[in-house]
């Protein structure tokens, strides 16, 4: 089983400010399969990234995905208001694994 | 509109069996492949199970292999879990939501979740 590891695991900082989570797979996951979800309280998650760098219909272009093979990278370029939630990635390869957020709170 | 609506969640005591349902509109229901996923309180996400869209092939996630069975029926829009030998570390939201397998692997439209709690 493929673990996602997301760092860190709390992040603090203000509106206007850029926002870089981390996630780290335990073995290579191929592109086509690393998605990025938002979730906030008392909601389900709702895809933001797919495909490791496509953002969902929607999603404004603030927020960015990037990287390849064990290491990938959610990018918000300037924090907005309604960007602080807890943010989940997610590969499917032979099974399917979350990794266990990173929550994003305002400073 | 994509609406999922799952219903049937509760109290069950460890050991106990539970079934729960999940209505689907807005969308052809028989295009797409289905998931479950839970959330336990306060904590992440952890895919449970998915099933293609004929039944052929299911696949479960290891911590509830044996002992869950999803199904769907296609005429009803409806998916389902069968949930037995229920353990307190089952205790969470469970959600249904479409699957991408042909596409990303992602869960595009979710429910609001059913809550099980599994509790003597």
């Known amino acids: 089983e493929i673990v996602l590891t997301q760092s860190p695991g709390t992040l603090s900082l203000s509106p206007g400010e850029r926002a870089t989570l981390a996630c780290r797979a335990s073995q290579s996951v191929s592109s086509s399969y690393l998605v990025w979800y938002q979730q906030k309280p008392g909601q389900a998650p709702r895809v933001f990234v797919y495909g490791a760098s496509s953002r969902a219909t929607g999603i404004p272009d603030r927020f960015s995905g990037s990287g390849s093979g064990t290491d990938f990278t959610l990018t918000i370029s300037r924090l907005e208001p309604e960007d602080f939630a807890v943010y989940y990635c997610?590969?499917?390869?032979?099974?399917?694994?979350f990794g266990q957020g990173t929550r994003l709170e305002i400073k | 509109q994509v609406q999922l609506v799952e219903s049937g969640g509760g109290l069950v005591k460890p050991g106990g069996s539970l079934r729960l349902s999940c209505a689907a509109s807005?969308?052809?229901?028989?295009?797409?492949?289905m998931s479950w996923i839970r959330q336990a309180p306060g904590k992440g996400l952890e895919w449970v199970s998915y099933?293609?869209?004929?039944?052929?092939?299911?696949n479960y996630a290891d911590s509830v292999k044996g002992r869950f069975t999803i199904s769907r029926d296609n005429a009803k829009n409806s998916l389902y879990l069968q949930m037995n030998s229920l353990r307190a570390e089952d205790t969470a939201v469970y959600y249904c939501?479409?699957?991408?397998?042909?596409?990303?692997?992602?869960?595009?439209?979710w429910g609001q979740g059913t809550l099980v709690t599994v509790s003597s």
């Open positions: 807005g969308f052809t229901f028989s295009d797409y492949y």
């Open positions: 997610q590969q499917y390869g032979s099974s399917i694994t």
């Open positions: 099933i293609s869209i004929s039944s052929t092939y299911t």
């Open positions: 939501a479409t699957f991408g397998y042909d596409s990303s692997g992602e869960f595009d439209y």
